[in-house]
């Protein structure tokens, strides 16, 4: 299969990879990048694990070609800390034990990141709503809303 | 499998009509790709449409708004004059999946995905939008409603792409709503659904309907006779159970685990009873 050249930024950065035309940005993030935040749960758009934001849209990875992403603005779990300082959502992930195993936690953390850039002071009904395609098998979500109700709390005084 | 992103109309419409493989076209991707992987379509060719200009355009157009093919639901949501004019469009689009499928979903691909449970057909057929089809042979506007074959079958022919719809104007006094049935509260397929598109006359009556069932027959279903018994009404109750009588004699659902004949025409009705209602206050506090 011919491969294609592809020119784009994630985090920030500016990254040129290459790929077959069926690979997924999922697969070009993990395999080829080397970013292996986002997980693949289902492999079609069900679980959320592979949450990133392209050009500011929270999408699952799994349903975008890695052929998409030329010119785009990948935003992915990796830049979501500044150096060793921790996002607020993340410092409230761990401060409220809103995860278990981890696995759905990063696609939760740019989900949730994503939510409060365009709704600072979401209600628990919409939070629970906006999540709903980020399923977790350990936590039973309760905890998670929970952080993201602190954190949420947290930057909004900040 | 080749994956070319088209940079006009007439370049997609030449790369897929000069094709002799199975081709796809590519909008949002959100059943295409769910598609690829499971083997279920292996096409040789993929045009992705996103990038020819004005498929990601909402814009104003003779009193109505013309949505470009690859305008994806979280943009869609976002329009302030589109949710006015068209709340029930924009609320059956945005029942598709999670946040992250509305990011990318769009409707011309949840119309020519030609499932009878799409959520965002029936209230388009409600509206009476039409779809712009560009091919070999050039433009033309199509109703919604003759997109649908079957399931995942479209009329379009080969080469043939829609590279939008046209949701049209309409007077003040006039909305529309959308429901549907599944068995849990988010990211599922209907079971039954109805979209009812109401212009209410300046005595509060009804001046005109269009109610559309979803996922009761192989293809949306338009009930005219519905549309009909609530016509000239106020929406009493004795009407809206006239009204879900003539939705359920149209009814030709298929029997699955997910829902029986009875039940899947029995809810079509109350579906359509129930989305009557609300696109009638709806337009009423409008007016």
Known sequence: MKTIQVSTTINGDPVEFICTPDETLLDVLRNRLSLTGAKEGCGTGDCGACSVTVNGRLVCSCLVLGAEAQDAEIS??????????????????????????????????????????????????????????????????????????????????? | MQYV???TADEAVALLAGHSGMARVLAGGTDLLV????????????????????????????????????????????????????????????????????????????????????DAVPSLVAAGATVRVQGPNGTRDVPILEIPAGPGRTTLAKGEIVTSIFLPGRPDRASDAYLRFIPRTEMDIAVASAGVSLVLGSDGTVESARVALGAVAPTILLAEEAAKVITGTRLDDETLARMATAC????????????????????????AKRAARIAYDRAGAKA
């Open chain 2, 5 to 7: 992103a088209a940079k």
């Open chain 2, 248 to 271: 359920e004699a149209i009814c030709k659902p298929i029997d699955d685990k997910r829902g029986t004949v009875e039940f899947r025409t029995r809810t079509a009705g109350v579906l």
């Open chain 1, 76 to 158: 992915t779990i990796e830049g979501m800390a500044d150096g060793d300082t921790l996002h607020p959502l993340q410092r409230a992930f761990i401060e409220h034990a809103a995860l278990q195993c981890g696995i759905c936690t990063p696609g939760i953390l740019v989900a949730a990141k994503a939510l409060l850039e365009k709704n600072p002071d979401p209600t628990e009904e919409e939070l629970r709503y906006w999540l709903a395609g980020n399923l977790c098998r350990c936590t039973g979500y309760d905890k998670i809303i929970r952080a993201v109700q602190v954190a949420a709390a947290e930057m909004r005084g900040a």
């Open chain 2, 35 to 118: 598609q690829l992987k499971s083997g279920m379509v292996e096409p040789d060719l993929v045009v992705d449409i996103k990038r020819i200009p004005g498929m990601r355009d909402i814009t104003p157009e003779a009193g109505g708004f013309r949505v470009g093919a690859a305008v994806s639901g979280a943009e869609l949501g976002e329009h302030a004059g589109v949710c006015a004019m068209w709340p029930g469009v924009v609320e059956g689009f945005n029942l598709i999946g999670s946040t992250q499928v509305q990011g990318r979903a769009t409707m011309a691909g949840n119309l020519c995905n030609a499932s009878p449970a799409g």
